[in-house]
């Protein structure tokens, strides 16, 4: 009998570790207060402009960045308007969707004419373009979306920004 107690406090005791294994692993993936299910060959990279890093990276994304994007490209996305920096050597002008979200605080309001998009999310107009806010517990979020190419759609971008989920870094601060 004493054996099986012991056996049975072991396996506890592994269990536990296990468990608290895989927490422990499940935050050091978030490195955001939002994480999202990025379809294949998308990333999330620290906002960047400029053109003060060759290409966009994920290692400047920290629980105090304000903004990050969301791209369908690795490389640098040279927006319409703006210059390609000396230090870009390869960057993306075309067939490209870039989404830059930005985290506010959740006291901020929203605009007073966003419309409801349900299911926490709704859309107004941010300097004659439609954003998405999404007002949370650890944040007020907004999105931006700029695309280019045919074959780039708001519907896939709207599913990457409904799809949200907010991770807590309260503890991180």
């Avoid at 570790?17 to 990279?45: I, Y």
């Amino acid at each position: 009998m004493k054996r099986f107690f012991i056996a049975f406090f072991a396996l506890a005791l592994i269990g536990a570790g296990c468990a608290a294994g895989e927490v422990s692993q499940e935050r050091t993936d978030v490195n955001w207060w939002l994480s999202f299910d990025l379809p294949e060959d998308w990333v999330m990279v620290a906002h960047y402009g400029g053109g003060a890093l060759e290409r966009p990276s994920a290692e400047g994304i920290a629980v105090r960045s304000t903004d990050i994007v969301l791209q369908t490209t690795d490389l640098p996305i040279l927006l319409e308007g703006d210059e390609p920096s000396e230090n870009w050597t390869e960057y993306v002008q075309e067939d490209y969707t870039y989404i830059r979200v930005f985290r506010y605080s959740s006291a901020r309001p929203l605009p007073d004419d966003a419309q409801d998009l349900g299911n926490g999310y709704y859309s107004a107009d941010w300097y004659g373009q439609t954003a998405y806010w999404h007002p949370a517990e650890f944040g007020n979020y907004l999105f931006t979306v700029e695309l280019n190419g045919e074959s780039q759609t708001i519907e896939a971008a709207e599913t990457i920004i409904f799809g949200a989920q907010e991770n807590d870094l309260t503890d991180q601060l």
